[in-house]
Structures are given as C-alpha cells and as structure tokens.
C-alpha cells in the first residue's frame, strides 16, 4: 500500500511539473493591431529582451519609439513568466518567444506579467513608454 501511495505521489509531482512548464500556444503577430494605435508595420528594426526573474522584470522602465517595430522578446531566468501590455491586444507574449510590437503613438503602457508566478505575482509590473 505504502508504494502504491508513494508512486501516486511522485506521479502527482511530475503532471504539475510537467504542466507548469509547457507552452499553450503561440502569439499571432495579425492578431495584434487594434485602435489604440497598434500596428505591425513589417519588419522589426530594433529588439528588446526583456528579462523576468522571481517577481521582477530586470527594468522599471523600457522605452521604444513610436512608430518603430521592435521585436520584443521575453527571457525567463527563475520561474515561469509571461507578458501583457495593458490595454492593447499584446496579451500573451510568452517566455521564450518573439513577438514584433509597434505603436503609432506615443504614450505609457503598463506591462505585467500574465502567468500566476507565486507570492509577489501582483506586484510584477513595468512600464512601457513609446517615446
């Protein structure tokens, strides 16, 4: 019995690991312009990498310009991560991968990140400042 429940156990621990790490899509770069001024205006002429640890982004603040595609990229150190740009439609930028943004115009975006990271979740947040 007692092997039976130590097998269930290491089971139930290797479906949450393997959950917690896997990829549930894909961004679709068509998907991303809406009104608030975002357009994906071909190819990319500069690149942010963004990196996400334990409750923090590297940076309290990232500038782009306007009017620029920028590939964005999300770099993952500790955890797993994700990104949102709020209100736009950049929602599901996800660890590992790239996604081209552009912003018509200029103003302030506030980023946070998407995916129940642990106790200092909520306060994983950056801005975004299209210059």
């Known amino acids: ?3 039976w429940l130590l097998f269930a156990s290491v089971m139930c621990v290797v479906f949450v690991i393997a959950a917690c ?4 899509g894909t961004n679709n770069a068509a998907n991303q312009e809406v ?3 975002i357009a994906d205006s071909g ?3 500069s690149e942010l990498v963004i990196t996400a640890s334990n409750w923090e982004f590297d940076q309290k603040e990232y500038k782009i310009k ?3 595609t920028v590939n964005l990229t999300l ?3 500790d955890g797993v991560h994700g990104i ?3 209100n736009t439609d950049y929602d599901k930028i996800e660890n590992g991968k790239t996604v081209p943004v552009s912003f018509s115009k200029a103003g302030t975006y506030e980023l946070i990140c998407n995916v129940p990271c642990g106790q200092g979740h909520r306060q994983m947040k950056a801005t975004l400042v299209v210059e």
């Open 1 to 3: 019995m007692k092997k």
């Open 21 to 24: 790490g896997t990829n549930k």
């Open 35 to 37: 009104s608030t001024g």
């Open 43 to 45: 190819a990319a002429s």
């Open 66 to 68: 306007a009017g620029e």
């Open 75 to 77: 770099k993952s150190i």
């Open 84 to 86: 949102q740009i709020l």
